[in-house]
């Protein structure tokens, strides 16, 4: 399973709705599973002086750009 190594984000579980539902409950939309996956890299980070490569989601990659 692709897993951040910095965060620990892994895949998370919703729903698909076909189209908005309104109405009584007879008429309600049909929900469908999902899953939401990160987007996981492959990069170098800079570990107590020495690189390292790791497998991060891109809003850690972002993060750790700004330090």
């Given amino acids: 399973m692709a ?5 620990g984000k892994s ?3 919703g729903h698909y709705i ?6 009584a409950w007879a008429r309600r939309a049909p929900r469908k599973n999902r899953v939401f996956e990160p ?3 492959k990069t170098k980070i800079i570990v107590n002086g020495t690189p390292r ?3 991060a989601c891109t809003r850690c990659i972002r993060t750790l750009q700004k330090i």
Avoid: L
Wanted: hydrophobic share 25%; aromatic share 4%; charged share 20%.
């Fill in 39 to 41: 987007n996981i890299q």
């Fill in 11 to 13: 895949k998370m579980f």
């Fill in 53 to 55: 490569s790791v497998k």
């Fill in 3 to 7: 897993q951040c190594e910095i965060c």
């Fill in 18 to 23: 076909r189209h908005p539902h309104s109405g």
